[in-house]
């Protein structure tokens, strides 16, 4: 944690809304590509941004900084995420679709690349949220092994299990889309 | 052979992604193994899509929208810790007002309730509560009595007669030389009377208590017996002037 964030946490701590400010500044962007990344929904994502933010405040106090303020936040997260997804039980299909519109009209890439992407999304929806959610936060976040085990409150050895397994199903299934290519 | 491909296939996957180098063997193993070839060729291919599912598009600053939402949550605390405060000051204030209530009805209660306490070495004695004949007789007189001097008698003179005579005040203040002790309550509190005697508690005895009030001259009487397993306890007032009876208190 930098210097900076720890001493805005220890004045938002003792109830200091500016410094909650800022600290909000610093991390919304990350805590919504979390979200987006794990839901593939836009919208949920602003809601589950504003609604970690209030968790965060309400049990600031709990926060024992034996973790990095950002882990910590990001826990919130994606437990939030999760919780969402159970209570509004995702389809694999919802989401996918408006991903593909928005990536046909927002980019230059060509129909295949946009099916290729569609399906790897599709795969990825398709995986248990306990392989999944270390999946996003490795290789689409790039956080360490340490810092995964630090959010999904287990071992760094559990982690790299279910990333073998989950990197494994993925190939697995996105293999018969390739060898037809 | 499949098991040690996966451990490779993840290596690998490390490898594309991060640029993990990986250890000579396993990079001699991908050279040689069909399966681990065409893992490194896939996981190529889904990282470079996943380069494209991984963009995010760009958040909106929500700060404004928490800090509001936070403001509005703080405010209402001062209301809700001011309503607690408040139904507590009721319920405080409440059972201070009933308090007094419940004790007198407990006492009242309790009073009205004979208690016999004997010694250790006894069985517990068996209170004859109601030798209701005899007592509400006796009772009856004595309101008749104490209405009739009352009605006689100044108002500031009247005072509750509780005070035992000297002689028995000190039997009953020193337990040394009364090893056995009774005390009886009746449903008034006025009527409590309290008597001590010496005697061995398997065998039968009495005593009397007396008292007299100087200004208008009543005397009330208490009188108990004890039989093996049984106290009786008559009670009686007699107005100023009257001789007492010898016998039948």
């Known amino acids: 944690m930098s210097e900076t964030c720890e001493k805005l946490v220890e004045l938002a701590k003792g109830g200091n809304t500016v410094a909650f400010e800022q600290l909000i500044a610093i991390h919304q962007e990350r805590v919504h590509a979390l979200a987006y990344r794990i839901l593939g929904n836009s919208d949920d994502a602003s809601d589950i941004q504003q609604e970690t933010f209030i968790r965060a405040?309400?049990?600031?106090?709990?926060?024992?900084?034996?973790?990095?303020?950002?882990?910590?936040?990001?826990?919130?997260?994606?437990?939030?995420?999760?919780?969402?997804?159970r209570r509004r039980d995702y389809g694999a299909s919802e989401p996918l679709v408006e991903e593909m519109h928005a990536v046909v009209q927002g980019s230059?890439?060509?129909?295949?690349?946009?099916?290729?992407?569609?399906?790897?999304?599709?795969?990825?929806?398709?995986?248990?949220?306990?392989?999944r959610v270390p999946l996003v936060l490795r290789d689409m976040e790039d956080r360490s092994y340490e810092e995964i085990a630090g959010i999904l409150g287990?071992?760094?050895?559990?982690?790299?299990?279910?990333?073998c397994r989950s990197r494994a199903l993925l190939r697995e299934r996105m293999r018969p889309y390739m060898e037809v290519r | 052979m499949k098991r040690e491909c996966d451990r490779i296939g993840d290596a690998v996957w490390e490898y594309v992604r991060f640029g993990v180098e990986l250890c000579e063997d396993d990079r001699q193993h991908v050279a040689e193994c069909q399966e681990c070839e065409r893992i490194l060729a896939e996981s190529r291919r889904v990282q470079g899509l996943m380069k494209e599912v991984s963009r995010v598009p760009?958040?909106?600053d929500c700060t404004s929208a928490v800090m509001s939402r936070i403001t509005a949550r703080r405010r209402p605390?001062?209301?809700?810790?001011?309503?607690?405060?408040m139904m507590l000051l009721v319920i405080v204030g409440g059972l201070i007002f009933l308090r007094p209530h419940s004790v007198t009805q407990q006492i009242a209660r309790e009073v009205s309730k004979p208690v016999v306490t004997a010694p250790?070495?006894?069985?517990?004695?068996?209170?004859?509560?109601d030798q209701s004949a005899n007592r509400e007789r006796i009772e009856a007189k004595t309101a008749r009595r104490r209405s009739a001097v009352a009605a006689k008698r100044p108002r500031r003179n009247r005072?509750?007669?509780?005070?035992?005579?000297?002689?028995?005040?000190?039997?009953m203040e020193n337990p040394a030389s009364a090893p056995e002790q009774i005390a009886a309550s009746k449903h008034r509190p006025v009527m409590v009377a309290a008597a001590t005697w010496s005697n061995a508690p398997?065998?039968?005895?009495?005593?009397?208590?007396?008292?007299?009030?100087?200004?208008?001259?009543?005397?009330?009487i208490c009188k108990v017996e004890k039989s093996p397993g049984t106290v009786t306890i008559f009670m009686e007032s007699k107005p100023g002037g009257e001789k007492l009876p010898q016998k039948g208190i």
């Open chain 1, 57 to 85: 405040w309400q049990s600031l106090r709990k926060f024992r900084e034996d973790a990095a303020f950002s882990t910590w936040l990001h826990r919130i997260t994606v437990n939030l995420c999760l919780s969402m997804k």
């Open chain 1, 108 to 131: 230059v890439l060509c129909l295949e690349r946009t099916e290729e992407i569609t399906v790897l999304r599709r795969a990825l929806a398709g995986l248990p949220d306990h392989h």
């Open chain 1, 154 to 163: 287990c071992s760094v050895e559990s982690v790299r299990s279910r990333l």
């Open chain 2, 58 to 60: 760009q958040a909106s």
């Open chain 2, 77 to 85: 605390v001062w209301g809700y810790a001011a309503t607690a405060a």
């Open chain 2, 120 to 129: 250790a070495h006894a069985a517990a004695p068996e209170v004859v509560q």
């Open chain 2, 159 to 171: 005072r509750p007669q509780a005070r035992p005579a000297p002689q028995q005040r000190n039997e």
């Open chain 2, 202 to 220: 398997s065998q039968s005895s009495s005593c009397t208590y007396t008292e007299t009030n100087e200004t208008t001259g009543e005397t009330s």
